[in-house]
């Protein structure tokens, strides 16, 4: 496959932390998958804009329509708009394996060759940062005397902070998201804004609905005399739901709208909206 630029990388911005999490939840626990396919990558990635699909075509070297599973994850964790400790908190529990709550050697050395391998598809990658033995050697940094130690989460973090080859990463991936198009951002934004406005209508059309629903339930007469105390507590449990749901729903909105006028006071700043998704 040709590689696409880092550029290319702007579609995955406007992707947060808990979104990520969800795609990963999906392809590591739900539907635990070592490949993911072109019809599974559009409908998890490509659904936000058809130009994500050209990331697919970068991470499929060999052009069989399937790319490894930790590529693709590992891709869309560095280029999300998450912060970095977000990120390092889905990079430890997407390579930590089973669900021990500790990486073991083979997995920080898989997670960081894998790193090298995927920016290699957009960019060129500064010297060293590729090399295996070199990628070896900084891994075990974080195991001490012995590679057969266990590194928690804390301790991941402090050596991702420390090491040399994770500061190279970082930087590297700083430097393409402060090189993105604030133009293909901005879009990207607002294409998610007014996807999250459609939705919400779509929420409050079904709450009302509900409402209505459960009130034909309610007038309903009730046969049995020794039913009546039951179908009281149960409807004094929907309306209690019910509300928590009306009050989400207005949350919901009143964010949206507080967005919206973000977004508004940006476009007139010299960053634009591209500084609503600062990570830093």
């Known amino acids: ?46 659904r936000r804009h058809h130009g994500v699909m050209r990331i697919f075509e970068s991470l499929d070297k060999d052009a069989d329509g399937r790319v490894d599973t930790f590529e693709v994850l590992l891709t869309l964790i560095l280029w999300s ?25 083979p997995e920080l050395t898989l997670m960081a060759a894998t790193a090298a391998r995927v920016a290699e598809r957009f960019c060129e990658l500064p010297a060293g940062l590729g090399d295996v033995r070199s990628l070896k050697e900084a891994v075990a940094t974080a195991f001490g005397s012995t590679q057969s130690s266990e590194l928690q989460q804390r301790g991941f973090a402090d050596w991702f902070h420390d090491a040399s080859a994770a500061k190279q990463l970082r930087a590297f991936v700083d430097k ?18 007014r996807m999250l406005e459609y939705r919400a209508q779509e ?14 339930l309610w007038e309903a007469p009730c046969d049995k005399a020794e039913e009546a105390p039951q179908r009281e507590a149960l409807w004094t449990s929907f309306e209690g739901l019910a509300s928590r749901l009306d009050v989400a729903e207005a ?6 709208a507080a967005l919206m006028a ?19």
Request: proline share 2%; charged share 30%; with cysteine.
């Open 1 to 46: 496959a040709a590689r696409s630029s880092c550029s290319d990388l702007v579609y995955l911005r406007a992707w947060t932390a808990v979104e990520v999490a969800e795609a990963q939840d999906l392809w590591r626990l739900r539907k635990p998958t070592m490949i993911v396919d072109r019809a599974a990558f559009d409908q998890v990635l490509g």
């Open 176 to 193: 393409g998201l402060a090189e993105e198009a604030p133009e293909a951002v901005e879009v990207l934004v607002r294409e998610r804004v």
């Open 262 to 280: 973000s977004m508004a006071e940006a476009s007139g700043s010299e960053a634009g909206v591209l500084a609503l998704l600062d990570p830093a």
């Open 251 to 256: 949350s919901q909105r009143t964010e949206l």
């Open 81 to 105: 708009c998450a912060t970095w400790d977000e990120k390092l908190d889905l990079l430890f529990k997407c390579f930590d394996f089973n669900r021990k709550g500790a990486l073991r050697f």
């Open 203 to 216: 929420l409050a059309e079904e709450i009302g609905e509900l409402h209505k629903a459960a009130d034909i």
